[in-house]
């Protein structure tokens, strides 16, 4: 099975200050996704990324996936209280012959007014 | 908006007696995924369905876990007998299934389950 991990595990900032989110593994990749939860309801995405190298922006929040395929990044600027929560990685894992999405192990966000 | 439904929402539950959770999802998809969660934790799959198939559940604990998903449509999870351990958030998420392509998972709210 393949693994994803995030760094950090626990994030606390101020409101206004920049942070990157890591996702690695050492496996490939056909795409990988970043979703954001918050406490008492499922996971929502926020973006997928194909290809390698790709870079996504949403608002303040930049995504980028690694030329290999094997990593990603979530880096948010300017962070407000409204970012706090749950991020999570999941890659599209296609070797056992199926779609399955795996989740990393979780970036625990918390900004602070 | 359609939504993929759980119920319970929360379920208190002595070790040694079984549980139940039920999941719906989204009218048409045929991709249904139980995950569980530890507190602060990302998800573990536990089984995929593609309708009424089970595609992957290399990670279910056969012993005293049970997944079906008769009609292709909603989905039923079981534990039995529950352990300590199995407290965690358990979510269910359908797809929509395009092959070849990565498909956005919808998260229903998830059933919390405490084994004391």
């Known amino acids: 099975t393949q693994l994803l991990e995030q760094s950090p595990q626990f994030l606390s900032i101020q409101e206004g200050e920049n942070l990157t989110v890591y996702c690695n593994s050492s496996?490939?990749?056909?795409?990988l996704q970043w979703y954001r939860q918050e406490p008492g309801e499922g996971p929502v995405l926020l973006v997928t990324v194909v290809t390698g190298g790709e870079v996504k922006k949403l608002k303040r929040l930049t995504f980028q996936f690694g030329d290999a395929r094997k990593d990603s990044s979530l880096h948010i600027t300017a962070a407000q209280p409204g970012d706090t929560g749950l991020y999570l990685c999941?890659?599209?894992?296609?070797?056992?012959?199926?779609?399955?999405?795996?989740f990393g192990t979780g970036t625990r966000l918390k900004v602070l007014a | 908006e359609a939504e993929v439904a759980q119920s319970p929402r929360y379920k208190i539950t002595e070790k040694s007696q079984a549980v139940a959770f039920w999941c719906d999802p989204i009218?048409?998809?045929?991709?249904l995924y139980w995950y569980r969660q530890i507190l602060g934790q990302g998800p573990e799959l536990l089984v995929q369905f593609q309708d009424e198939s089970v595609v992957d559940d290399s990670q279910l604990p056969k012993d005293r876990f049970s997944a079906e998903r008769l009609k292709g449509v909603d989905s039923t999870l079981k534990i039995q007998p529950a352990e300590l351990g199995d407290s965690a958030m358990y979510l269910c998420?359908?797809?929509?299934?395009?092959?070849?392509?990565?498909?956005?998972?919808?998260f229903g709210e998830g059933s919390r389950l405490t084994v004391l």
């Open positions: 998420a359908s797809s929509l299934f395009v092959q070849g392509l990565t498909g956005e998972l919808f």
């Open positions: 009218s048409g998809h045929a991709t």
């Open positions: 999941a890659g599209d894992d296609r070797t056992s012959g199926t779609y399955k999405y795996i």
């Open positions: 496996s490939v990749f056909s795409s």
